[in-house]
């Protein structure tokens, strides 16, 4: 599929259930739950989107980081929909089996925003809550201030607002913990050495969690990770911010409307604490930021209890 993305990618224009190729990722985790689980694919522009669903009620986005997919909500998606949501998670572009554009122009976040902007109206609503965690979250905030009118509340999970993030990688302090930005950024070299040691480098991010993740679990990331273009699609977000002008990047932020929680495990190797609070110009409608003390930067694996919970509680 060609880099360039279309221009109305509003138009969403269907949705359509098919069987997953990684049915042993789906099946095994679905099979046993209160809730039936489904899965679909829409067509959101020139990009196609993977996504599981359950439940029905208020419309509300989960949107995964690096280097998970879908999956990375899987002790999410049961809980929220027995509250009452019709909860969604898409693979979002260039990940699993959604699109994977080539070319890293194709991954600048503004592009990364349309597409869910477009999925939530291809799933047939006109506004969702939305949760987003690590990239998932960057994207999240991008979807609340370049369209407004989709995003009904906003949960950030680990991930900075732009601005406080672009302000962090001045500090030495968070620029190394951020050093895998610009590795990724490195044109070629990544995609060689991320499927070295059965894909050791993209495991490392995932070692911090408490408690590990299981073999069985890191063998679906593995799946999902060898899909054909996903390594090089998943790196790409990397590089497209990476090479936009910091200057321009700053020049379109805006306030966003939305009420907004951020929940922060402060156990985070990769963003530093002092990165959870937006400024309040940014984000005048900031409910709170709730800070999870004995939690890494997977805090939605590691107090998934406590997460679901505060989730529920913020969208009811």
Same mark, same amino acid.
């Given at each position: ?7 109305? %990618?509003?138009? *969403? ?11 042993? %990722? ?6 046993? +739950? ?12 020139? &990009? %196609? ?9 208020? #419309?509300?986005?989960? #949107? ?8 990375? $909500?899987?002790?999410?998606? &049961?809980?929220?929909? *027995? ?8 693979? %979002?572009? +260039? ?26 109206g291809a799933l047939g609503a006109e506004s969702a809550h939305l949760v987003g965690h690590d990239w998932g979250g960057s /994207?999240? $905030? ?12 906003? *949960? ?12 962090? #990688? ?8 951020? $050093? ?7 044109? +070629? ?25 299981? &073999? &069985?679990?890191?063998?679906?990331? /593995? ?5 054909? +273009?996903? *390594?090089?699609?998943? /790196? ?74 505060? #989730? ?5």
């Open positions: 599929m060609g880099s360039q993305q279309g221009n109305d %990618t509003s138009a *969403a224009s269907s949705v359509s259930v098919a069987p997953n190729p990684l049915s042993d %990722t789906f099946t095994s985790l679905m099979a046993d +739950g209160p809730i039936e689980v489904r899965e679909g694919y829409a067509d959101v522009g020139d &990009q %196609t989107l993977h996504y599981v669903e359950a439940g029905d009620g208020p #419309l509300l986005v989960l #949107l995964h980081g690096f280097p998970e997919f879908w999956f990375g $909500w899987r002790l999410q998606i &049961q809980p929220l929909a *027995a509250a009452g949501f019709r909860v969604v998670a898409p693979d %979002t572009r +260039g990940y699993n089996l959604s699109s994977k554009p080539e070319g890293f122009e194709a991954y600048g976040v503004d592009l990364l925003a349309d597409d869910i902007r477009g999925f939530i /994207i999240a $905030w991008t979807v609340a201030m370049n369209h407004p009118e989709v995003v009904d509340r906003l *949960a950030i999970l680990n991930a900075a607002h732009p601005r406080r993030l672009s302000e962090g #990688l001045h500090h030495p302090s968070q620029l190394r913990k951020s $050093w895998y930005f610009f590795f990724f950024a490195t044109p +070629g070299l990544p995609e060689d050495v991320v499927h070295a040691r059965d894909w050791h480098f993209f495991r490392h991010f995932l070692q911090d969690a408490n408690p590990p993740y299981t &073999q &069985q679990e890191i063998e679906r990331y /593995i799946e999902a990770w060898s899909q054909p +273009g996903a *390594a090089a699609g998943m /790196i790409n977000y990397y590089r497209a911010s990476v090479r936009q002008s910091q200057k321009e990047a700053a020049a379109k932020l805006r306030p966003l409307s939305a009420s907004t929680l951020v929940i922060w495990g402060e156990n985070d190797s990769y963003l530093g604490s002092e990165l959870a609070e937006p400024d309040r110009e940014d984000v005048p409608n900031l409910d709170r930021v709730e800070r999870l003390p004995d939690a890494s930067h997977w805090v939605h694996h590691d107090q998934a209890d406590r997460v679901n919970q505060l #989730l529920i509680d913020f969208f009811h």
